[in-house]
């Protein structure tokens, strides 16, 4: 990776060399290095495997250029360049950002901020930024031998093929950001790491699934998560054999990971300001409405003390705040990038977009502008999108899981879902997903036989699951959605009525 | 590469795959200039694989994306190397873990210890690009032009349009790989694609659309449309326009409320080529299937295990087959993958009866197969995964019109919008963006919201009739791996006729 003071003294001399720049009225230069690790595992114990099927990384480093032209504020120009931070690399950027100008009416100018920022001391507790990718291997592997040694003492029978796959990664995401700006006082830094570790164990003879994940910020968190193998195998044990309860309509307990998963795949694109200026946000026309249960309140914190997404800056310079999106249930902030907010703010049809419930003095800011690739990471050419982090649902009068659970009295406990998307696209609401794992049958009141893993898929809307739940669970817990950019801190909660169908064995 | 592994103790073989890229991109939002941009960049990634005592063998890889340091040979060669010690390092390291995992497993993991025995290629060849206007040339002041109009034309249509977004991309991309085998493939891609998303509300509901053409040619697919015999597409001026008009017809449209029961479904090309891509392609990657992707996107319906399969088996109406074929002129177009393996046909599932898995080379040796030439990274910093080329439902013999005609009641589902399917592919519920009702063989009123819900096997077994009008589209946006890889292919059926649940919308 590249050393964040060398990012930083290529912005300075960027920053000097464009503010002598006739034609160019002002000027954004973002840098960025990341580096991700990922240590894939893959065992199967009926079928030839490598243990370690992918042990890589991807390295990526650059500078995106964006000019305003003098002579008229709306004519803007972009380029980026990878890999080179040279004199001779900007000037090239610098001319390819004159060929692509347009003169876009809506450009609200660049995200200002005059007042200087203090930098960050990073915590020394936080050592991912110098951890190596032998540390990731090593846990990869002890997960691995973990998973294989618990199965071998802990399954009930000598089985001859008993369908082991043990999968998932531990990845190391490592990024660092510079940036330059003729609309803030001084160069701006920022550098994180944090690692998430996934493991799922299926054991095919016994129709069981199991997992365990963990995320965080230290070596020593990294080296505690080689018990995730462990854990994943001794879930699925946990869960061989599970019941197919028929389709029909079912209370049901969601947990932490279905949550998040619903959050992210259905609610958090929703909560954008560039959904609701394309009206494209299931909550379209519904700002500073009820949209929620009164005891749930959503937010995303860059600056968490729990969070391993940590962000002092956004990707546009300014600085990483919380932003409350739903407050005790009322639709209250919105994710927001720079341009998005103002062209949102500037939008002719505004009123209908946001509707009668919005207040006349919004307080939105850009508060969630980033620039992110493949594995969330911070890269230099993707444009500024709105963006969570770690997204925390807090809840009041909130119960135990033993209650929740008797509160649902015969029912399912849903401990993870799979594929949940927006079935007839995001505003509309409905969404659809399979169970496919950790979960049980309820009666009465209480976990009584795991459920089978892939046997039932759910078909409903996201009003159903946040506004009129039964009971809403007291603490917060870490999930982690594959793909996703945030990391959740999410509750568990009690839904009266889930539409379940069957879904049958090939 | 060959120097490398021949003096680098441990070090068997070696590879690297070397891309360079140009694309210029502009959009338009309610027919005003959003952005343009040209993009260059190269990268490359390197794979090592090591040898240790008892024969146990293990990787690793290195990607960069090196940008403008690749203009400079000198600079390029010192990466370059360092990213080969760096991924011989993780190998060696990989080989000392494996050993030691095996003494604590002991005999408990008989196949960690196996050897996979992967043949390298020694292919070498030189393949073009196809296209007319070069990605190269000055186009953005026309590609701007192009979305600004096509997205003010959407505009001017009416009040209930409100929102559109129109963008344009060409692309060139040069790929190099070569490996200690003697392997020297160059080949060029041309990737031109036109993206369209409009959201329309009216007083009876609203409906946002989304839509895409691609084709493997230059600027013209889009300025003038594609004329290729199996993915032919109008002018992007053209496509927006239509698929404006029916997000307006839709949004006046009732949501679906279909019988809760199994009815009749006539299945569009369009529709199908998402059935084909989450049903047929999916389960049938070979890596999916030998449980590779267990953790991420799933295992398949069609491999439980080496003795527990559907190979052989029927699977579907024996009016059903289906195949990949990379050879053909579509999005998913190429002649060798990026392990070197020419690509060649493979049939998935002959009259009813399943034949086969897209695959690499390791996954192929696992099975006790050839290659078929099917392992694609979406770019060099990535390993390449088991992957959909031109993936599809082969033509039948009857009319789309007498498809239809045929049924006394039962819906058409035409074009598809999101797909969600259980973890195994072994279930599915596709959104269509239009279901119409069939009433006595006539096509009857429109709806909105959707959907298809069955087994995967049931689905294809009540299939009683195909149509011979075979298409491809472009799917531009397919994710696999981890970290996620978005990588383009075209996917695609003729009509079908089977029997299904429907699902409508909530609202």
């Given at each position: 990776m590249i050393?964040?003071?060398?990012l930083r003294q290529?912005a ?9 720049t006739?034609?160019?009225g002002a000027?954004e230069l ?7 690790l990922?240590?894939r595992l ?5 079928l030839p495997s490598?243990?370690l099927e992918e042990?890589?990384s ?5 500078f995106?250029?964006r000019i ?14 990878a890999g ?5 690399a900007?000037r090239e950027?610098?001319a390819a ?10 450009f ?7 007042q200087?920022l ?17 540390q990731?291997i090593?846990?990869a ?9 618990a199965f071998a003492?802990r399954?009930p029978?000598k089985?001859a ?8 990664d531990f990845?190391l995401?490592?990024d ?15 550098e994180n790491a944090?690692?998430?570790a996934?493991?799922?164990?299926l ?6 699934k ?5 995320i ?5 968190e ?8 462990r854990d994943a ?6 869960l061989?054999?599970?019941e ?8 049901v307990?969601?947990?932490?990971q279905p949550?998040a998963?619903?959050?992210n795949?259905?609610v ?8 609701f200026?394309?009206?494209g946000?299931?909550y379209t026309?519904r700002?500073?409405d009820t949209v929620m249960?009164a005891r749930?309140?959503?937010s995303?914190?860059?600056l ?6 940590r962000?002092t800056?956004t ?5 990483a705040r919380?932003t409350v999106?739903i407050?005790r249930?009322?639709?209250v902030?919105?994710?927001?990038n720079?341009y998005?907010l103002?062209?949102?703010l500037?939008?002719e049809r505004?009123?209908?977009k946001?509707?009668?419930?919005a207040?006349?003095a ?7 502008g980033y ?9 230099f050419?993707?444009?500024?999108a709105?963006v969570?982090?770690?997204v925390?649902m ?9 209650e929740l659970?008797a509160?649902v009295r ?7 879902v ?6 007839n ?9 399979t169970?496919?794992g950790?979960?049980?049958?309820i009666r009465?009141?209480?976990?009584a036989?795991p ?7 759910i078909?409903?809307?996201i009003e159903?699951?946040?506004k009129?739940?039964l009971a809403?669970?007291?603490?917060s817990?870490?999930a982690?959605?594959?793909?996703a950019?945030e990391?959740y801190?999410v509750?568990?909660?009690a839904i009266?009525?889930?539409t379940?169908t ?5 | 590469?060959?120097r490398?592994?021949a ?5 068997l073989d070696?590879?690297m795959?070397?891309e ?5 991109s502009?959009s338009?939002h309610?027919?005003d200039p959003?952005?343009s941009a ?7 990634g390197v ?8 024969g146990?063998?293990a990787e690793g890889f290195?990607g ?8 400079r040979k000198?600079?390029l060669?010192?990466?370059?190397e ?12 990989n080989?000392r873990q ?6 604590t ?6 196949a960690?210890?196996?050897?996979l025995g ?9 393949i ?10 000055a186009l953005g002041?026309?590609?701007?032009q ?10 001017g249509?009416?009040?209930d349009i409100?929102f ?6 060409s692309?060139?991309r ?9 392997a ?11 993206d ?7 007083a ?5 659309t ?10 013209e697919?889009?300025?003038e449309g594609s004329?290729?015999?199996?993915s032919?597409?109008?002018d992007?001026?053209?496509?927006a ?11 006046a449209?009732?949501p679906?409320k ?8 006539v299945t569009?090309p369009?529709?199908?080529a998402?059935v084909?891509h989450?049903i047929i392609g999916h ?6 299937a030998l449980k ?5 996107a799933g295992r398949?319906w069609l491999l439980?295990s ?8 029927p699977i ?5 087959s289906?195949c990949?074929d990379?050879t053909?002129d579509?999005y998913g177009?190429y002649?060798?993958?990026h392990?070197g ?5 493979t ?5 009813g ?9 390791a996954?192929?040796?696992a099975l006790?197969v050839?290659?078929?030439g099917?392992?694609?990274?979406s770019?060099?910093?990535h390993?390449p995964?088991v992957r959909?080329s031109n ?14 005609s045929?049924v006394?009641?039962g819906?058409?589902?035409c074009g598809?919008?999101?797909p969600s399917i259980?973890?195994?592919r072994?279930?599915f519920?596709i959104s269509a963006?239009r ?11 429109l ?8 087994d995967?096997?049931?689905f294809?077994?009540n299939i009683d009739a195909i149509?011979?009008?075979l298409?491809?589209?472009?799917i531009?946006n397919?994710?696999k791996?981890?970290?996620?890889q978005?990588?383009?292919m ?5 009509t079908?006729r089977?029997r ?6 909530d609202?």
């Open positions: 050393s964040l003071e060398t290529f300075r001399a960027a920053h000097a060399q464009l503010a002598r006739r034609d160019i000027f973002y840098c960025s290095s990341a580096d991700h990922v240590a893959n065992y199967t114990s009926d490598r243990g042990c890589k991807l390295n990526a480093a650059g995106a250029l305003v032209m003098r002579a008229d504020p709306h004519q803007t120009g972009y380029a980026h360049v080179d931070f040279r004199s001779g900007l950027a610098l950002a004159r060929a692509a100008v347009v003169r876009d009416p809506h609200p100018g660049l995200p200002a901020d005059p200087p203090a930098e960050r001391r990073s915590d020394p507790a936080h050592d991912l930024l110098t951890a190596s990718d032998q990731v090593d846990s592997w002890a997960a691995l031998s973990s998973a294989g040694t003492k399954t029978l089985l093929h008993p369908g082991l796959i043990i999968g998932g990845s995401i490592r660092r950001v510079a940036i330059a700006s003729s609309a803030l006082p001084e160069v701006r830094t920022d944090y690692f998430s996934s493991v799922t164990a054991i095919e003879a016994l129709d069981a199991g997992t365990a994940t963990a965080g910020t230290s070596r020593s990294l080296e505690r998560a080689q018990r995730l193998g195998v001794l879930r699925a044990l946990e061989r054999h599970g197919r309860p028929p389709a029909g309509d079912y209370r307990v969601l947990g932490p949550i998963e619903i959050l795949y259905m958090m694109g929703s909560l954008t300001t560039g959904a200026q394309t009206a946000s299931a026309g700002f500073g249960d749930l309140t959503l995303d914190d860059p968490a003390a729990q969070g391993c997404v962000r800056i990707c546009e310079g300014l600085p919380r999106l407050d249930g009322k639709l902030g919105l994710l927001s720079h998005d103002h062209r949102l500037n939008d505004r009123d209908e946001l509707g009668p419930a207040p006349a919004l307080n939105l800011q850009a508060n969630s620039r992110l690739g493949d594995g969330a990471v911070r890269r050419d993707g444009h500024p709105s969570g982090t770690n925390i807090s809840a009041t009068g909130g119960v135990s899981d033993r659970i509160a015969n029912g399912i406990y849903v401990g993870r799979w594929y949940t998307y927006p079935i696209g995001q505003r509309a609401g409905d969404f659809t997903c169970i496919s950790d979960s049980y049958v009465d009141g209480r976990l036989a459920l089978a893993p892939n046997c039932l898929r078909n409903a809307h159903q699951v946040f009129a739940p809403v669970g007291r603490k817990e870490p982690i959605v594959w793909g950019p990391a801190w509750p568990a909660l009266t009525s889930l379940l069957s879904v049958n064995p090939a | 590469m060959r490398f592994v003096t680098h103790r441990g070090a070696a590879e795959r070397f360079v890229m140009l694309a210029r502009a338009a309610d027919g959003r952005d040209v993009s260059e960049t190269a990268a490359f794979k090592v694989t090591c040898g240790g005592t008892g146990v063998t290195t960069v994306e090196v940008g403008r340091l690749a203009l000198g600079r060669m010192v990466e370059l360092a990213a080969l010690n760096e991924a011989l390092r993780r190998a060696r390291w080989v494996k050993i030691a995992a095996l003494k497993l002991g005999t408990t993991a008989p960690l210890a196996r050897a992967v043949e390298p290629s020694n292919e070498r060849a030189t073009p690009a196809t296209f007319q206007r070069d990605p190269r040339d002041a026309e590609m701007q192009l979305c600004r109009e096509a997205s003010s034309a959407i505009a249509l009416g009040q409100v559109n977004a129109v963008s344009a991309l692309e060139l040069h790929e190099l790989f070569i490996n200690s085998a003697g020297a493939i160059s080949q060029a891609f041309a990737y031109s694609q036109g369209v998303y409009v959201v329309a509300q009216t009876d509901g609203h409906q946002e989304w839509d895409v053409i691609g084709d493997q040619r230059g600027f697919c889009l300025r004329r290729l015999e199996l032919a597409h109008p992007l001026h053209s496509f326009l239509e698929l404006a008009g029916e997000t307006r017809a839709l949004a449209a009732p679906l279909p019988p809760d029961h199994e009815v009749v479904v569009d369009h529709f199908n998402l084909a989450e389960p049938c990657e070979a890596d999916r590779m992707e267990a953790a991420y398949s439980r080496t003795r527990e399969n559907q190979l052989g088996r579907g109406s024996p009016l059903l289906a990949s990379p053909l579509g177009h002649l060798y993958d392990e393996t020419p690509a060649r046909r049939i998935h599932i002959e009259g009866v399943f034949r086969g898995f897209i695959n690499s080379r996954t192929a040796a006790g050839k290659p078929n099917s392992a694609r990274a770019e060099a910093w390993l995964l959909m993936t599809f439902f082969m033509p039948g013999a009857s009319d789309p019109a007498a498809i239809v045929e006394e009641r819906y058409l589902v598809n919008n999101i259980a973890e195994s072994e279930n519920r963006r279901v119409y009702e069939i009433d006595h063989g006539r096509i009857g009123r709806y909105r919201a959707g959907s298809v819900l069955s995967s096997k049931k294809f077994t149509g011979n009008d298409r491809l589209f472009a531009p397919c994710g791996g981890q970290p996620m978005v990588k383009r075209s996917n695609g059926g003729p079908l089977s299904a649940r429907l699902v409508g919308g609202r």
